[in-house]
């Protein structure tokens, strides 16, 4: 399936061409561009005549594109979508967990960016503790990645992070002097070896990244120049389909559809 899945979205084509198709853009890198895919393939199964197309580009490309009408709709993180008319697709957000036997308990998303973005960060900066930081990262199963890259400004991660495959795998390495970056859902939050960190006083939780308190998160948006009537099917798809609902939440976002359809 995820051979499939790759071959539809690296030919820039998901649905080929009608009159009446949705030209659609990705401006994510990837992020919940999976179940956008199944969403649309759910739709063609109900109907050939749901046409889709599906590109990727840069933001400032897609919304140039949408702008002058050569493409329907965007899937673009929501810092720059303006004020255009959008729909709430999904929420990223990267928890900070360390050992319950570290006192830190918060720190700011500044302090962040110069611990993974420091060639050798030590604690004495932060928790008057002269200690290497070590930084480990869950690796990603999504095409996106995390956001570590993202909040360092994209910038090469020091050779000093490295990855684990699964979240149990981590607590190995969860000595004191550990900082795990994750999903906010992919560690317990209640383990008895690790603890969630706030950051700029706000915990990774739920309602806090969803009415955008935390910083560490990012939203996706979809958003649309004019009415059409496919993008009003693929949302109610998305809306209503636990399947896919779950898809989102095993690849680490949280979905955000809206209970009803803008305008309704």
Same mark, same amino acid.
């Given at each position: 399936?995820?051979?499939?899945?790759?071959?539809?979205?690296?030919?820039?084509? /998901?649905?080929?061409?009608?009159?009446?198709?949705?030209?659609?853009?990705?401006?994510?890198?990837?992020?919940?561009?999976?179940?956008?895919?199944?969403?649309?393939?759910? /739709?063609?199964?109900?109907?050939?005549?749901?046409?889709?197309?599906?590109?990727?580009?840069?933001?400032?490309?897609?919304?140039?594109?949408?702008?002058?009408? @050569?493409?329907?709709?965007?899937?673009?993180?929501?810092?720059?979508?303006?004020?255009?008319?959008?729909?709430?697709?999904?929420?990223?957000?990267?928890?900070?967990?360390?050992?319950?036997?570290?006192? $830190?308990?918060?720190?700011?998303?500044?302090?962040?960016?110069?611990?993974?973005?420091?060639?050798?960060?030590?604690?004495?900066?932060?928790?008057? @503790?002269?200690?290497?930081?070590?930084?480990?990262?869950?690796?990603?199963?999504?095409?996106?990645?995390?956001?570590?890259?993202?909040?360092?400004?994209?910038?090469?991660?020091?050779?000093?992070?490295?990855?684990?495959?699964?979240?149990?795998?981590?607590?190995?390495?969860?000595?004191?002097?550990?900082?795990?970056?994750?999903?906010?859902?992919?560690?317990?939050?209640?383990?008895?070896?690790?603890?969630?960190?706030?950051?700029?006083? $706000?915990?990774?939780?739920?309602?806090?990244?969803?009415?955008?308190?935390?910083?560490?998160?990012?939203?996706?948006?979809?958003?649309?120049?004019?009415?059409?009537?496919?993008?009003?099917?693929?949302?109610? $798809?998305?809306?209503?389909?636990?399947?896919?609902?779950?898809?989102?939440?095993?690849?680490?976002?949280?979905?955000?559809?809206?209970?009803?359809?803008?305008?309704?």
């Amino acid at each position: 399936m995820k051979k499939l899945l790759s071959a539809i979205i690296f030919s820039g084509v /998901l649905l080929s061409g009608t009159a009446g198709e949705l030209r659609l853009t990705d401006a994510t890198g990837g992020v919940p561009l999976t179940v956008v895919t199944l969403a649309a393939m759910h /739709l063609s199964r109900q109907d050939e005549s749901n046409s889709i197309s599906l590109t990727k580009l840069l933001p400032s490309q897609a919304l140039s594109q949408l702008d002058s009408g @050569r493409t329907d709709a965007v899937i673009i993180d929501h810092r720059f979508a303006g004020k255009r008319p959008q729909i709430p697709l999904a929420a990223d957000a990267m928890a900070v967990y360390a050992s319950t036997g570290n006192p $830190v308990m918060d720190i700011s998303a500044k302090e962040i960016r110069e611990i993974i973005t420091s060639p050798r960060p030590t604690w004495k900066k932060y928790i008057n @503790r002269n200690e290497d930081i070590q930084r480990i990262a869950l690796k990603p199963d999504r095409p996106g990645g995390t956001l570590l890259h993202r909040i360092s400004g994209n910038r090469e991660l020091p050779g000093e992070i490295f990855q684990v495959s699964t979240p149990g795998s981590g607590f190995a390495f969860m000595n004191t002097a550990s900082l795990f970056f994750a999903n906010f859902r992919s560690l317990p939050p209640d383990s008895s070896k690790v603890k969630a960190i706030k950051i700029d006083g $706000v915990y990774p939780a739920k309602d806090n990244i969803i009415s955008g308190k935390y910083p560490l998160a990012l939203k996706y948006v979809i958003v649309f120049k004019k009415e059409h009537p496919l993008l009003k099917k693929l949302i109610k $798809v998305m809306m209503q389909d636990a399947f896919l609902q779950k898809q989102m939440e095993n690849s680490g976002l949280l979905p955000l559809f809206p209970e009803t359809y803008p305008g309704e």
